[in-house]
DNA sequence: CAATCTTTGTGCACGCGTTCACAAAGACAT
DNA sequence: ATGTCTTTGTGAACGCGTGCACAAAGATTG
């Protein structure tokens, strides 16, 4: 037993682990596809395959929101879509403004995966007067003067960003005394929010670093080993010249 | 976030959690504002504020890349900038192609935080004949029959895939047929790979799940508590009508 | 009704990641 | 040199998440 309950744990939260969560929405897109394919019932085994995780997780995530399921049997898929999207809060409507129409908020405001779950895109936004009133993704692109306005009105408490990075912190300030309280990142740039504000972040430029990390590692494997041997012995820092690399410099270091 | 899928008793090879992985791009983003800057050294607990992580953490991150800092003074800049650069492997040149040139696929096409940190945009690839030879972000898109030759012409080992769902599987299995080891899917559906290959997914949807669940949990707090005890009681699955959501259906998941 | 079979729900142990707290290392002043 | 001050690097404790393995629950069959 042991795990001293003596005090509630910081996340004040009845339940449900982050990890848990995080995994839900995944839970959610397979049991979809099964529900579109009238499929009645699935067993932990097959679902856990078709999610891409381990069957004891996936029962264990599923204890945590109930005993939803049926021993001997499995789980009924239309009651857990059912119960995960009330648990995940999609059985009501969520408007959302997205903030900067560059390529990539043209391309999330087009996104179909957004209003497909109860997410609604109440407006885009964009600071561009040049962009104001054209159509994206059959919506006017309004400027970023209404930002404060739109949200009030529409209720918006889901904010994303799409702007470069040397906006983001100031739009997302604007946001967040506006009434938003829950923030999508996709500028490459860690925005400083108040308590009580939460701020999930996309960047693709990160994951794809550490992509190339793997990548390094299984090219140089017998290479690796040489090239670690050197770099862990001699390297002083602050010492004489750092010495810059001896292979092709890392210059200009700039996300979009 | 993105999770590779493979799960080997790994990251065993001496070194560098996971964790520690993930978070190094962060501070080489902060570093790189850094060096523009010109200063010449930063502390782990200036540098740790600029990655919105915690100074001990950072301090640890760092201790198994190597002893780079100097005590009573911090880490010089430059040095760790490339310290960090060479371990993600970003001294070298990546080739990546991009399948699937929707909006999403145009947007990363144009995305400057790929091409400014050692990855190289090698094609923009499209099923879409009518996609072909129109120029996206200053480079003609080239049609999915000439995918394999691409790659082996020109070394590429990290695929990108924004296409719709239902043709990530068969893109994927093109992809690694033809060499590529690395995978940042996009579309969102769970990628079958063999081992050896890894693969990292940005799902945007996902995302804002989560954050609808957070925001739930803020909104509802006293009705939470009578909902949750409506909820932990009567509920019986595999019982009467399983009642779908009263909201909208869920229908199709696709992207752009 | 009893026996058997299937599948859930979970106790338990283990390992990874985080955080604290502090000794050691070096810079710097006197 | 010696002492003081700053900051790193890390040992150790703790908590969370994962996966195994199994008992309990219910379906199903004879």
Do not use: C
């Amino acid at each position: 037993m042991a795990t001293g309950r003596t005090h509630r744990p910081a996340t004040r939260s009845r339940g449900i682990p982050e990890a848990t969560v995080a995994r839900l929405p995944l839970y959610l897109r397979a049991l979809t596809a099964l529900s579109e394919r009238s499929v009645p019932t699935v067993s932990s085994e097959e679902l856990a395959a078709a999610a891409g995780v381990n069957s004891a997780k996936l029962r264990k995530d599923f204890s945590y929101l109930g005993s939803y399921g049926t021993r001997g049997v499995g789980y009924d898929v239309e009651y857990l879509v059912y119960q995960i999207s009330r648990e995940l809060g999609l059985t009501q409507d969520w408007p959302v403004v997205i903030v900067g129409i560059g390529n990539l908020g043209a391309a999330l405001a087009n996104y179909g995966g957004f209003a497909s779950r109860g997410f609604r895109v109440a407006a885009l936004i964009d600071a561009d007067p040049a962009m104001a009133g054209k159509p994206v993704a059959g919506m006017p692109v309004q400027h970023t003067d209404e930002l404060e306005k739109i949200i009030e009105d529409n209720g918006v408490s889901i904010g994303v960003i799409a702007t470069p990075a040397g906006a983001a912190q100031q739009v997302s300030e604007r946001l967040i005394a506006a009434g938003v309280t829950s923030i999508l990142n996709f500028a490459p740039t860690v925005l400083q929010v108040p308590d009580g504000v939460d701020v999930r972040k996309v960047d693709l430029s990160i994951e794809l670093q550490i992509l190339a990390f793997h990548e390094q590692r299984k090219a140089g494997d017998a290479e690796a080993a040489a090239a670690a041997a050197a770099s862990v012995l001699p390297p002083r820092a602050a010492e004489g010249t750092p010495r810059k690399g001896p292979d092709g410099d890392v210059p200009a270091v700039m996300p979009a």
